[in-house]
């Protein structure tokens, strides 16, 4: 793959296709009607798997956001108006609702642009035992118990 060109995979019949191609052309229009562009790549078939006419879906490296955090996508509740928001448990154990930005939701997980910083705990079920103010004991993901200091280090819970 030459250096600087997109990085392309390819989904065939939800199969993912293990050789990386490279984006050659991208139409700068929208199919109004479909919501489609046209692209167009290369990829090497050294066993002859891709054939001419194949529908594939594709997907297209567009960039790293550094930035972003990304949460399991049943943590994201919508708002009356469809905004996003997610509850998450402050450093005295009180749950709050905090309202996020999405930007995609990748391999079951939403990357949130603003919103949330690193260390914040999300909830991410139990929604209906529980409302915003409410004291909780919250259980990681892996199932410890966490403590009041456990909040100070990075994890998406």
């Given at each position: 793959m030459s250096k600087g060109a997109a990085k392309v995979r390819l989904?065939?019949?939800g199969w993912k296709y293990p050789l990386d191609g490279r984006l050659l052309f991208s139409?700068?229009?929208?199919?109004?009607?479909?919501?489609?562009?046209?692209?167009?790549?290369?990829?090497?078939?050294?066993?002859?798997?891709?054939?001419p006419g194949m529908y594939v879906?594709?997907?297209?490296?567009?960039?790293?956001?550094?930035?972003?955090?990304?949460?399991?996508?049943?943590?994201?509740?919508?708002?009356?108006?469809?905004?996003?928001?997610?509850?998450i448990v402050k450093p005295d154990?009180?749950?709050?609702k905090q309202s996020i930005r999405t930007s995609d939701l990748q391999d079951g997980k939403w990357l949130v642009s603003e919103g949330l910083k690193p260390g914040d705990h999300v909830v991410v079920e139990g929604f209906q035992k529980f409302v915003a103010g409410d004291l909780v004991s919250p259980i990681s993901v892996d199932g410890t118990k966490l403590s009041a200091d456990a909040t100070a280090q990075p994890s998406l819970n």
């Open positions: 989904i065939v019949d139409e700068a229009k929208v199919d109004a009607s479909t919501g489609q562009v046209t692209l167009r790549g290369e990829f090497p078939n050294p066993n002859g798997e891709l054939l879906r594709v997907m297209i490296e567009q960039g790293v956001d550094t930035d972003a955090i990304a949460i399991p996508e049943q943590a994201v509740q919508r708002g009356p108006n469809g905004s996003s928001e997610v509850y154990g009180h749950v709050a």
